[in-house]
């Protein structure tokens, strides 16, 4: 429940430079940016409410709530490909052939849907079933993250230390947690936790790439785009 909390906090923190205050300066976004905006919301306020239900040991609400999850990880999914897709476009308006971005929301937002359903399905196995669905929150919150940067002086690499390394940070954290409780590390905490770390990593590590820009160039012609 506190990280559901931390994870709301940052995330209203994090979006102020960005969207809350030129939203209250007049600025006009894109419907996509608002549905986006709401699926997202939504996801972190039912992640709340259901590890409360569940410290409540309210196990019957909890369930029925659970479902409303899969309808909600759907419209994060597609939202967050389409955001990604309509801020490429803008980049490619205003003379950039870099559109990485899209390629990258539909990376995290389809490792954040199989998290979900993998731990949809493994719901009966309540140890499995929490820790897919706090990785996939993890992973989704990182968009949070990486906009606190806003409130420092700027550096270089700073997008990399906000957006990968504090927003990664939670993963050990809650590794040593664990440890520190059960003198072990549940396996998919550990490896399907690696392998969050990993698939973002890799983005880091490539974005800047020319293999990595040229697919997604690719991949941005595929769905429509055009230069």
């Known amino acids: 429940m ?52 569940i410290n409540k040991q309210n196990v019957g609400l909890h369930k029925k709530l659970g479902y409303f999850g899969l309808f909600i990880m759907v419209g994060l999914v597609i939202s967050l490909q389409l955001v990604g897709f309509t801020q490429s476009g803008i980049l490619v308006q205003e003379g950039s052939d870099n559109v990485v971005t899209f390629l990258g929301t539909i990376l995290d937002s389809l490792t954040f849907g199989i998290l979900v359903l993998f731990g949809t399905i493994k719901r009966k196995r309540i140890e499995i079933h929490k820790r897919l669905m706090l990785l996939a929150t993890i992973l989704l919150l990182w968009v ?4 606190l940067r806003y409130y420092f002086p700027p550096f270089e ?61 690719y991949v941005f012609r595929l769905a429509g785009g055009s230069f």
């Open 157 to 217: 690499g700073n997008f990399d230390v906000f957006g990968f390394g504090l927003a990664m940070l939670p993963i050990p954290i809650f590794w040593l947690i664990e440890y520190s409780y059960f003198r072990k590390i549940h396996p998919v905490m550990l490896y399907v936790g690696i392998a969050v770390i990993i698939e973002q990593g890799f983005q880091v590590l490539f974005s800047e790439s020319k293999f990595y820009m040229d697919f997604a160039a």
């Open 2 to 53: 506190t990280f559901a909390i931390i994870g709301i906090l940052v995330t209203i923190v994090g979006f102020i430079p960005t969207y809350f205050r030129p939203l209250l300066e007049a600025k006009k976004f894109g419907l996509v940016f608002h549905f986006h905006g709401l699926f997202a919301a939504c996801w972190l306020i039912l992640f709340l409410v259901q590890t409360t239900l």
């Open 144 to 147: 949070a993250w990486v906009r």
